[in-house]
């Protein structure tokens, strides 16, 4: 690509990446009720998802998504239903009596590792055919057949995308996690941020339903 399409290619990522979606608002969610370990984890985890997605897209896999809507819906389906069993999680967890306060820390402990924190972020990308259908559209616009291999300028122009897509989060999650560090040392307000962001959650899912 020349240097004004590389420009308008940056551009185009920054304004589409900037733009709320429901992998941004899932890392914003984690970040305000667990902090920025959490928030840091789920954007490596919904960027390792969409470059999963890439990857497809660029075999042309993503293809049977858009000519499919049976597959589609399946697909959205289980992503909308796995959204809302983690809001719900989330929301149950915070109704614990006191007497089962140290199981609730010991379960808490569990749920917020890292290894958790990562897979759910990648099935929340993967589980949601809109990203596959993004690149489909997206990327081919800007490959030159005539300068080599579809699939790897596919990959590379996917990497770009993931990677301005990672900086950003990156950025969401500084700037979330500062603004709401105040309100999770309060166990109260901090019981508050896990319902509501329970309730984001089950929200995403039910607008991926529509």
């Given at each position: ?80 239903l796995y959204l809302i069993y983690l809001g719900y999680v989330t929301i149950a967890a915070t109704f614990t009596s006191p007497d089962n306060a140290k199981a609730e820390k010991s379960e ?103």
């Amino acid at each position: 690509m020349s240097a004004e399409q590389w420009w308008f290619f940056i551009t185009a990522c920054t304004i589409l990446n900037i733009a709320p979606g429901p992998d941004t608002m899932y890392i914003m969610s984690k970040t305000i009720a667990q902090g920025r370990r959490a928030g840091l984890l789920s954007s490596i985890g919904v960027c390792s998802g969409a470059m999963i997605h890439a990857s497809l897209a660029g075999l042309g896999l993503s293809a049977v998504l858009a000519t499919s809507p049976d597959i589609f819906n399946a697909i959205k389906w289980v992503g909308a239903l796995y959204l809302i069993y983690l809001g719900y999680v989330t929301i149950a967890a915070t109704f614990t009596s006191p007497d089962n306060a140290k199981a609730e820390k010991s379960e808490t402990t569990k749920q917020h590792s890292a290894w958790r924190i990562y897979y759910q972020a990648i099935l929340v990308d993967l589980l949601n055919p809109k990203t596959a259908l993004f690149f489909l559209a997206f990327i081919p616009q800007f490959i030159d057949n005539e300068a080599g291999s579809y699939f790897w300028q596919f990959i590379f122009l996917g990497l770009v995308v993931i990677t301005n897509a990672l900086i950003i989060e990156c950025g969401l999650v500084f700037l979330g996690e500062r603004l709401t560090k105040f309100m999770r040392n309060n166990a109260a307000l901090a019981h508050w941020l896990e319902r509501s962001v329970g309730l984001v959650l089950v929200g995403i899912g039910f607008n991926l339903f529509w």
